[in-house]
């Protein structure tokens, strides 16, 4: 362990002593929202004429380097705002940094000049991802919404590669991967169950985010301890010109936002909060129809201050708080039954950045992020089950980026995580299970993009870790090549070793409340996946994207809880099973990034098993999990129909769910229990093959129209949306009512067409 | 901007004959639904320390859409026998004969073999050459253990038998003491009465039906090492005699009940049999049984 530490002090060190040998003659600066402010990270920059570019780091910091003396002309442009160009004069002196202010696209441009250069002088973008999916928040507050509720995760299961469960679940399966193989972070901390109301909206309130970047794998050393993808969400840091706000109405909930400029220019802040009130409405259904209801809601909040400790250092400080609360009260009077289930998560993240030198920064961030569900059920007074599970997460980050040379982009850095896993489920006062385990995670690494030649780009990087219970190390080699083959076209590889330290006990779709979070133990292995993409990209023109990428990820030790493990010690080896599983396939996306009429069309053809060997487990043999489907078509627009009307729809058909289908019946014998006294007189069916069968497909048209004008002089929204317009309901469930001799099979559909409106004023 | 429409119109006919190649691939291998199942034998028995032997059952399952009725699936002319394993055996070979009427297996030699010894092991086999079945299971049964109830009971038989009690009364409490080669412990409560007598005050004999094909049967767990539980009264949903077992199982009987449990719970997809050549049970189980009233309260 101590030389692990050596090593990544090491790396800083050297890092720090790059930063000193700087470039001549770059162009360096800032790209920011015009309206407020604030920085724009991973803004793409380039210079016209040439095949330079570069994208900005998280501060909206960019270096174009190794000029000669001239002037150059520079264009900057970020998904959602407006492209802009601006005449740049580098002489032999080192130059100030620009500032480069981008307008949102939903400010209008009195007049649009548009510069259509000869393709062949285009340049070529620096740096572009590989199985990266950046949305801005424009696209979300655009987007269809369920419950008239924007959602950050419902708006990233529209793109090719993710999917969902249900119409009912907003967690997010990406490239075959369960969802807790998908690395949740906000403002660089993790958030480990991002859900509300079981699952059917998500923890991120869309006037919060700012930016949200999917990476649906072959992600760079920078993150790690997922073994799929990463979700990368940044949260608005406020704006820094003048205070603004929201305030919006839905039916089932509302929210509000604020946000402005700290006393003196200090800095900026942003904070924003909704709140569910579904209570007078299940109240008024309890009372009226006589029926034991129960009672619900959730809140969230978020808080970001930025502060401008020194021209060269800013401290960030943000904070999420959340919480779902459902109580039921009911049975017979003389016996009645109570059942309390509350959950929520709990973030704080500060982050203190600092420019060393012009082409250096360095960051440090110490943050908290906890995850808590607690459920009791009491009869009468007496504890039928008590349970709370807490997940703490104490986590330090480093990061140093060097970004002077215009061939290497260095990135490196450390992640400390210290986790205390807390586990109580006690049955009528007695303990059933008891945990109370703390390990600690470390990991390091470092890589590079580095252009070898005009055309090529290689990004390169390792990520070491070290986790304490079980003295494990493991190290997880990354690899990204990127040829320019035209400037309007691309080719990419992807591929590495992706580990994960940490697993999910989830006791069945969408009962988020019933979640659990728990790191490896000494008994354990880690996850961990190869990953293999090959990635073609092409813009046609400034508008349109076209890409297609092909996967293959073989997965090992892939942890599922064992549902038949009864061990009060909870250890690892007894609570799971580990198996292997692949996922493999190809996705094709055309996206039209601005204009009037925006929007993408997808397709993905995929496929992905799972094996647990020697289980119970669809007896040890392979098997297609639930979320696999075949195939998976998305259409999506957003249209300015002018100034006053914005409408959108998405539509999108896949493949029917698998479910297991029921192919026999017999007694389920009980010792000590006549069959007679049992539910249909013990009548039991005999499933086949673990989801064997697939429900008919599922499709599914969501419409928006926003009406845009002033309520006393503030800009005000009217937003009508209708969720399921024709009314498919999806299929579910597959249920067997044994109440009938024979049995009579259902299939349990979901939502029909739900209408929502909303009213929206910002001041 | 200048381009080159047939370099672009060759790369949508690349992408188009790419998207009809992958998209007939992915057609194939399409899970099914299973439309040929063959019936597996189900092969069920329950040793009971120090009890008389129980009927066992032998069975085929039944078609999904078939009308089940458990008898008519019995399989009759097996060799199905029971015997003690392990280094020093001191029980023969139990045989067992098919009753027509029951359409059970009923043992032959009982009176010269006895009952089932606590922390001994045994071993079920049932043959029956002509339609392919040989089962065969393994169970050891749970020594003695002592269960103090709350509250105590005021007669003993064969069971013993508590006071009359109702669910504005505390509710019942059991303490055991550990038992060896116990996996688990299962508390079964199961109303003897078939009127159906629901207990809630707000229940109206005249105008609310009678509940059709309502379970008289609820159970409790408590793991190995686990000494104390209480029943709470949701329970007890009918008014009339029931009868409460606290069982000590073996490890095999304890998988299988978990799994029993759990795919109630819609959590796994098939129980845990531990019953080689077929499904079905045997179990080793070690008991304590009482009897109380439960009396509906207006």
Redesign the interface.
Known sequence: MKKFTELAFISLLLLSSISIAQTKNPIRGFIVDATSDEPLPAANIIIVGTVIGASTNLDGYFVLGNLESGIYTVEASYLGYHSTQQRVTVTDQLMNPLKIDLLPSAVQLEEVTVV?????DLAIRQSPKVSVIPIDAGTIRKMPSLGGEMDVMRTLQLMPGVKSSSDISSALYVRGGSPDQTLILMDHNVVYNPSHLFGLFSTFNADAVKRIDLMKGGFPAEYGGRSGSVLDVITNEGNRKETEGLFSLGIISSRGALEGPLPNKIGSYAVSARRTYMEPILDYMRESQDIDLPSYYFYDANGKVNLDLTDRTTLTIAGYWGEDDLTFDG?????P?SVGLNWGNRTFTSRLRHALGRDAFVSFGASVSRYRSKWDIE??G?D?EDAYDRLLDYSFKSDLEFLGSQNHRIKTGVWISYYEFLLRIS????D?VNVDDATANYSWYVQDRWRFLPKWELQPGLRLYYHEAGELFMADPRLALVYHYRPDVRFKVAGGRYSQFIDLIS??EGMSSFDIWAPIDETMEPTYCDQLILGYE?E??DQLE?T?ETYYTQMHDVATFN??S?S?SFDGSEAYFFGEGTAYG?E?MLRKKSGRLQGWAG?T?SWTDRTYADT????GETF?PKWDR??DFIATAMYDLNNRWDMSASWRFN?GQ?V????????????????D?????G????????????FPEDHRLDVTATWKHTFFKYPARLNISIYNVYSRRSYWLRI?DL?E???V?EDIKLLPIVPMISYEVRF | MKINKHRSTNQILLGLLTLAVIGFSGCSDQPTEVEDYNPEPILTAFLYGGEDIEPVTLEWAGGIYAYYQPGNNAISGADVKIWEIGPDPVQDTLYFEFNDNLKKYLPTNEAEWGVPQHLRSYRIEAHKASENIHMWAETVIPDTFTTIITPEPVGFDSVAILDTLNRNMAPIELHWSQSALAAGYVQTIVCLDTTYQPLDPDWDPIEDEIPEDSSRYSFDLAMAGQDFTTLAWINFWYEGWHEIQNQAVDPYYWEYFFSVFRLWMGQVNDLEYHMNGGLGVFAGITRDRYMVYIEKVE
Do not use: C
């Open positions: 259509m250069e000869d393709q062949d049975g017979p009077e003389d016996s039954i009869n009468d007496v039928l049955h009528a006062g007695k059933f006791f069945g092409w046609p023109n076209f297609t549902m038949l009864s009060e190809i094709f397709y053809l119970y487990l669809n007896d297609y075949r195939h493949t698998g297991t289908q029921p192919v026999g019946l017999m007694t389920t014998y009980v010792a000590g229990v006549d069959p006294a049992m539910p249909s007189n009548r039991q069916v005999l499933n086949g093959e673990l989801n064997n069968y697939r067997t109440t001799n024979p049995v099979i």
